[in-house]
């Protein structure tokens, strides 16, 4: 052996009192023998010397032996467990430390120590004092070579898997426990190996042997044990089970996700996928969720036969799988029908979970069948665990949940039924606030359906086309509104507004709106005025009942706020005439394509105060279409400038169409999405005129006289127009309001007849006094003509104009004469 200096070195080096130390070449092999190396190896040395040491390893790790001898080169020694054959074959475990010899010697020798595991006084003093301290530690403790090989570990280790210590000695961490991401950790330790740094609170997730389908989590303390010179021996590490830890942060996060994707919306559906979507994969393999069918329609939840002789029929509103191959269950918004006594209908029952640990492979699920899915065994779908939670909300059962496992996961327990009832219960506040959305905007939905004209009214000034289109669940339904309302004259009156606010006040206060301005059309009053009378009607209602205007667009019980175009349209000339409040100004697609808008002064919202109303009259071409629509139209919620809205509006009404309807729709389908966030109402109004061969008119003297001149030009006009059979009726009324208009009016007069859908006898004078119907006594001698009027024809009215006023009367072309 070498000198008694190279021997004494190596130990004060590596710590070691006795040891049995040996010399070895450059090329490995064996040039001294000692003593000790040969009472500890029994090997005598006129066999060993010569021999390389990887002859004198054990088969397991002779392979290592070049390795060991190349990191000794680079790092100048090296420490760890080896497995050497004694003389007589047995093996035996040894800690060996490898360094170079004195450098006067040069580093072309290496002096090894070899100390038994067992019998060596300075380890067995450090070891047991080491164990000592940890024996009673719950964290898991251990100690590593160079090679990452097991040197040693406490009992407390053996909790993580890899059984007792002394079966993890010159083990690697894959060896000790396989089902563990050892790439990871050992990548952790070579890191400490090569830095020195101290590496502190690594967490670890995976699985442990004994727990192969539970995840598991460990944080993991890493330090590097070297010699006095620095020189790497090893790690020693920590591990420290968090797994409880673990899953209730995984909990908490899950709950954190529910809150933040549950109930994004107020659609019953949607609500019940969220709840679907949340849970799987982290949770559950396989979620269904099944409601009452009165849920879904937004009704009370009706108590049903759950008495447990009847089968039950739900609604599947919810489905997610981690794996797409499991597709036989039933479809969203099929029927689910569960047998008596299933544990989905016990739920339903007695409003309590249950939990299914492990499930009969063989068992149907539950029989829950579906036309459009067969009944699938839960062998077919690989389920083994199950919890059934009820989706209650406010003291009411609305259906059930069903988490299901496959395959490798854990079956459930106690605490995921916890978890799993947190989940339902926000979500069914959400399904719950989501019926009762449905219920009150169906109702509202009804409502305003209700109140909108179900038909356009048939006439002949204008071909007509509407398109209605209702908020979002999210906003709520408006109060959006359009009409159309036959005048005298053959005139039509096109409206088009809007009540702000949404739900069903905004519904009932439009309702009133449209007939308060259906009763002011009545009265033929210019656009402005009606407006007017319009306004006022809203402010009054708002002082009497204090409301104020909801800049917010909450909803609303009132008006105030209101927008509304009202527009005139006559077709025996093509004049227009309109005024709006607070409402967007038409558009005019002329008959060669082109859109214009109209430069219409914006009087203030309804009920809000401020200046007159103002009109603009105007002269269409026959074939041009006025484009009515409440501001839903030009701008769903995107906030663009106005001129941009325009444009876009602009380029829609300028495609070509098949019919106005479908050119109405295409409008509504191009500028506003499937959920607008506002009410949109679209009204397309193409203009007509009538011909010269349906009009006639007669400018009248004032004078008695020409009331006979008036019956006979009346009658040669009808007789033209087929209508002798009119002629006395029309007679007689001409007779009558010609002569009022000479006794009682100012000059001059004017006769017109219309003829279109109905017969419509006209005379224009130049007073201001309006005639009033009058019941005579039988001694009167007068004050008969007008109830004669009333008597002969379907209507009458009078109407004033800017230079007198007009008194009508129409008859029908289809009735038979009075």
């Given at each position: ?15 070691v009192a006795d040891a049995a130390p040996l010399l070895l070449d450059a090329a490995g092999r064996v040039t001294s023998w000692s003593a000790e190396a040969q009472r500890l190896l029994a090997y005598p040395a006129a066999e060993v010397v010569g021999t390389r040491l990887a002859d004198l390893v054990s088969a397991e ?487 104020e205007p909801d800049p917010a667009g909450a909803d609303s019980t009132g008006a105030v706020g209101s927008g509304c175009l009202y527009v005139i349209y006559d077709p025996v000339d093509g004049q227009c005439v309109m005024a709006a409040a607070g409402h967007p100004a038409p558009a005019v697609v002329l008959p060669d ?166 017969l419509i006898c006209e005379v224009f004078d130049g007073g201001a006094t309006a005639p009033h119907l009058r019941h005579p006594r039988t001694t009167d001698e007068g004050g008969r003509g007008l109830l004669l009027v009333s008597q002969f024809t379907q209507r009458w009215g009078t109407r004033f104009a800017p230079e ?15």
């Open positions: 052996m070498g000198t008694d200096e190279e021997r004494d070195d190596a130990r004060r080096r590596f710590d790790d002779a392979g290592r032996v070049p390795e060991l001898v190349e990191r000794c080169r680079r790092n100048g020694g090296w420490a760890g467990l080896l497995r050497v054959r004694r003389g007589d074959g047995t093996p035996v475990r040894v800690m060996a430390r490898i360094a170079s010899a004195l450098e006067a010697r040069g580093p072309s020798r290496w002096l090894v120590l070899l100390s038994d595991m067992a019998e060596a006084p300075g380890w067995d003093m450090h070891r047991t004092v080491l164990e000592q301290m940890v024996a009673r530690s719950p964290i898991g403790i251990a100690v590593v070579d160079t090679d990452l090989r097991f040197v040693w570990s406490n009992d407390a280790l053996a909790r993580f898997g890899g059984g007792p210590p002394q079966g993890r000695l010159g083990l690697r961490l894959a060896d000790v426990q396989p089902g563990l991401d050892s790439e990871a950790v050992e990548a952790q330790m070579r890191h400490v190996l090569a830095t020195g740094e101290t590496v502190v609170g690594y967490e670890h997730v995976g699985h442990v042997r004994s727990a192969p389908h539970r995840e598991t989590a460990h944080v993991l303390s890493f330090t590097r044990l070297q010699d006095e010179r620095g020189h790497p021996m090893g790690v020693y590490y920590t591990v420290v089970d968090i797994t409880a830890r673990h899953r209730a942060r995984q909990r908490l996060a899950l709950l954190d996700r529910a809150g933040e994707q549950i109930g994004r919306t107020l659609d019953i559906l949607r609500t019940a996928q969220e709840l679907a979507d949340v849970a799987v994969p982290e949770f559950a393999d396989l979620v269904v969720v099944d409601l009452l069918e009165s849920v879904l329609r937004g009704a009370e939840p009706a108590p049903g036969p759950w008495d447990g002789t009847a089968p039950v029929r739900l609604r599947r509103a919810g489905r997610q799988a981690a794996d797409p191959d499991v597709t036989r269950t039933v479809a969203i918004g099929d029927d689910v029908v569960y047998p008596p006594g299933a544990p989905p209908i016990r739920c339903l029952v007695k409003g309590r979970s249950w939990r299914g640990e492990r499930l009969d492979p063989l068992a149907e699920e539950w029989g829950a069948d579906s036309p459009a899915a067969p009944k699938a065994t839960f062998l077919d779908l690989g389920l083994h665990s199950v919890l059934v939670v009820p989706v209650r909300a406010r003291g009411v059962t609305l259906g059930v949940t069903t988490f299901f496992r496959r395959r490798h996961q854990e079956p459930f327990d106690e605490d995921d039924l916890h978890l799993a009832e947190d989940l339902v219960s926000r979500a069914a506040v959400c399904v719950d606030n989501a019926r009762r959305y449905t219920r009150e905007r169906d109702a509202a939905l009804v409502l305003q359906r209700n109140l909108l004209p179900h038909r356009l009214p048939e006439q002949c000034a204008v071909e007509v086309a509407a398109c209605y289109r209702p908020a979002d669940e999210l906003t709520g339904l408006g109060g959006d509104w359009y009409d159309l309302i036959p005048l005298s004259g053959s005139r039509v009156a096109l409206v088009v507004g809007e009540v702000p606010g949404h739900g069903i006040g905004a519904a009932a206060a439009m309702g009133g709106l449209r007939t308060a301005v259906r009763t002011l059309a009545a009265l033929d009053l210019p656009p402005d005025e009606v407006l007017a009378h319009l306004d006022d009607l809203v402010a009054t209602a708002a002082r009497e009942e204090g409301a394509g082109s859109v214009t808008f109209v430069d219409l002064p914006q009087g203030s919202p309804l009920g809000a105060g401020g200046p007159p109303f103002e009109a603009v009259e105007m002269a269409l071409t026959e074939g041009s279409t006025l484009a009515l629509h409440t501001d839903g139209l030009l701008d769903p919620g995107q906030g663009r400038a106005v001129d941009a809205d325009r444009e876009r509006l602009r380029r829609a009404l300028q495609r070509e169409a098949a019919s106005l309807d479908l050119r109405c729709r295409g409008v509504v389908e191009a500028l506003v999405p499937d959920r607008p966030h506002d009410d949109v109402a679209l009204l397309l109004a193409r203009t007509r005129l009538l011909g010269d061969d349906q009009v006639a008119d007669w400018d009248l003297p004032v004078d008695p006289a020409v009331v006979a001149e008036a019956r006979k030009a009346v009658t040669r006009q009808l007789t033209e127009w087929d209508l002798a059979e009119l002629a006395f009726t029309t007679e007689l009324v001409v007779s009558e309001l010609v002569t009022n208009a000479i006794r009682y009016g100012a000059g001059p007069v004017r006769l017109r007849l219309i003829k279109e859908r109905a007198g006023k007009i008194i009508w009367a129409e008859q029908s072309l289809t009735d038979p004469p009075v």
